[in-house]
């Protein structure tokens, strides 16, 4: 397998399981005590990168994020699973806009002589699915989507990702942009010897202006509370006054 020099795009997302509140400005989350990761389907981008370069024996993987000086601890994560090196694109925050999100990092990667650009399918913060076919068509490089599995020969490659009632099988040249979704591999977790690593792997930081985007976040809001449940009674014999509220109530009888 021939080396190659790989970039994986990641992004700092707050963690599912965390708890959220939206700040007093209405338009953001409050960021006290929540717990931020590396997004999980960039997991797997990251742990293909990897693969790649194991296989080949050689080669270089690096990690590119944009964000905030707290995202430098997101590129150490990628670094502590194996990246060579990583690059913090730094700004005060990431565009609600996906296409000044790609902008950013299209200007990055323009010329530095990728082999393939991976992508997380999404992030699961903003579930967009945009980014990585737009940093593909502002490359102008092929890009094949939700990619589930992954063979390459030499400048070529093969992709399977899923769809509905099937799997979609797509050939395509290198250079290339692809986005990651389950099932192509089992991301590993980061060894004490490659947390301590991490710490000396170079990180660079660039500061980047960003563009205002064409969106605009007007409002936060969080769901509405659920009703409190009720109890009809025990056993079969609340069988009849559950099926009436059914009916009568709920009104999906």
Do not use: W
Request: proline share 6%.
């Amino acid at each position: 397998m021939i080396p190659m020099k790989i970039a994986v795009c990641i992004k700092r997302v707050p963690d599912s399981e965390t708890r959220v509140k939206i700040a007093s400005d209405g338009k953001s989350l409050d960021e006290a005590g929540v717990k931020f990761i590396l997004n999980p389907y960039d997991e797997f981008a990251v742990e293909e990168a990897l693969r790649r370069k194991e296989k080949a024996g050689s080669g270089e993987v690096v990690v590119i994020a944009l964000g905030a000086t707290a995202a430098q601890e997101t590129i150490r994560t990628a670094l502590a699973m194996g990246a060579d090196r990583g690059i913090l694109l730094q700004a005060d925050r990431v565009p609600l806009d996906g296409l000044a999100v790609a902008q950013a990092l299209a200007a990055e990667l323009k010329g530095a002589g990728f082999d393939l650009i991976l992508l997380g399918k999404m992030a699961i913060d903003d579930y967009n699915h945009q980014v990585g076919p737009m940093v593909a068509e502002l490359l102008d490089l092929p890009c094949v989507t939700t990619v589930s599995h992954l063979e390459i020969d030499g400048a070529k490659g093969v992709a399977e990702r899923e769809i509905e009632g099937g799997v979609e099988v797509v050939e395509f040249p290198l250079p290339a942009v692809l986005t990651t979704d389950k099932g192509l591999n089992e991301p590993r977790y980061p060894a004490l010897k490659g947390i301590m690593a991490a710490k000396k792997k170079p990180l660079e930081v660039k500061t980047v202006s960003l563009g205002g985007g064409g969106l605009e976040l007007l409002a936060l809001t969080p769901p509405p509370e659920r009703k409190e449940g009720k109890i009809v009674g025990e056993g079969a014999a609340a069988v009849p006054e559950l099926v009436r509220l059914l009916r009568e109530e709920a009104k999906v009888l």
